[in-house]
Structure formats: structure tokens, C-alpha cells
């Protein structure tokens, strides 16, 4: 078996992961506040904990310097994330068949991982309740649920 996906599941793959990235996002800046007011976070400080688990506590300091670095890898991630979901899609069926559940199952798996890795990165606090309603809702519904039904409408096509 091939690791390379056709040119259509490779567009979505795109598209998901580009969309998941926006609408994560704006999840976490504009809904998160609300269900934690720790998140209450500015573009700058979110973008430059990102680009922290890469370089560190330096950045985490809201350095200007480093926000760049953030969303980039924030794309790049989302990306990864996406065009992994795409590959499984092609070599499980189910995932297109029910993309409501699978992405929610999905963002799930996501949440997890990710905080492996702040735990790997040694950036891993405590979650309040709040932490993990916005984390659970941002990574499930805003990132995990698109990148599915992205990847489900654009197969059906195929």
C-alpha cells in the first residue's frame, strides 16, 4: 500500500486542515473565555505558547519574536493532523461513512496526544474543568468534526 493520497483527498486534506486551524482558533480566542477566564488569551500570548513547546519557556513569555513561529507551526500541525486523518479515511471506510462520530472521536484522540506533548514539553498545568470543557470543545467539535465532514464530502466526489 501506497502512502500517497489521490490529488482530491489531498485537496481536503488541505482544506480540513486549514479550516480546522482557523475555526480551532476562534474557538479558543472567542468561546474560551467564557467557559475559563484563565484562556482569556490574546492572539500574541496563544501564537507564542504555541511556538513554546518547540523553543521553551522563552517564549511563552508573550515574545513578540516568536509569533510567527506559532502559527506556523499551528498550520503545519493542523495539517499533520488532517492529511493523517485522510490517509486513514482512504484505508478505513467507516471514517467517511460516519464523519459525525469519527471526528468527534477524532478531536478526542487530539486532545490527548496533545497534551502529551505539553507534558513532553514540560508545559503541562493542572486543567480547570473550564480547561477541559474549551479544550475538549475546540479540539472535538472545532478541529476534529470538519476535518471529518471535509474529508467525507470531498471522497464522495471521488
Not at 50 to 65: F, N, Q, T, Y
Not at 78 to 86: E, K, M, R, T, V
Request: with cysteine; aromatic share 8%; net charge positive.
Amino acid at each position: 500500500m501506497t502512502w500517497v493520497l489521490s490529488r482530491r483527498r489531498s485537496v481536503a486534506a488541505i482544506v480540513a486542515g486549514l479550516s480546522g486551524a482557523v475555526l480551532i482558533h476562534a474557538c479558543l480566542l472567542l468561546i474560551g473565555p467564557a467557559l475559563s477566564p484563565a484562556l482569556a488569551l490574546t492572539p500574541a500570548a496563544l501564537y507564542t505558547f504555541i511556538a513554546s513547546v518547540l523553543v521553551g519557556r522563552a517564549a511563552a513569555a508573550a515574545d513578540p519574536r516568536f509569533i510567527g513561529l506559532g502559527v506556523g507551526m499551528h498550520v503545519v500541525v493542523s495539517l499533520a493532523w488532517a492529511f493523517g486523518y485522510g490517509y486513514a479515511a482512504r484505508t478505513l471506510g467507516q471514517l467517511t461513512r460516519r464523519p459525525i462520530v469519527s471526528g468527534l472521536g477524532f478531536g478526542l484522540v487530539i486532545y490527548f496526544v496533545m497534551l502529551v506533548v505539553l507534558l513532553a514539553a514540560n508545559l503541562y498545568t493542572k486543567p480547570t474543568p473550564g480547561d477541559v470543557g474549551i479544550g475538549l470543545l475546540a479540539n472535538c467539535v472545532f478541529f476534529g468534526l470538519p476535518v471529518a465532514l471535509i474529508t467525507a464530502g470531498m471522497a464522495k466526489r471521488e
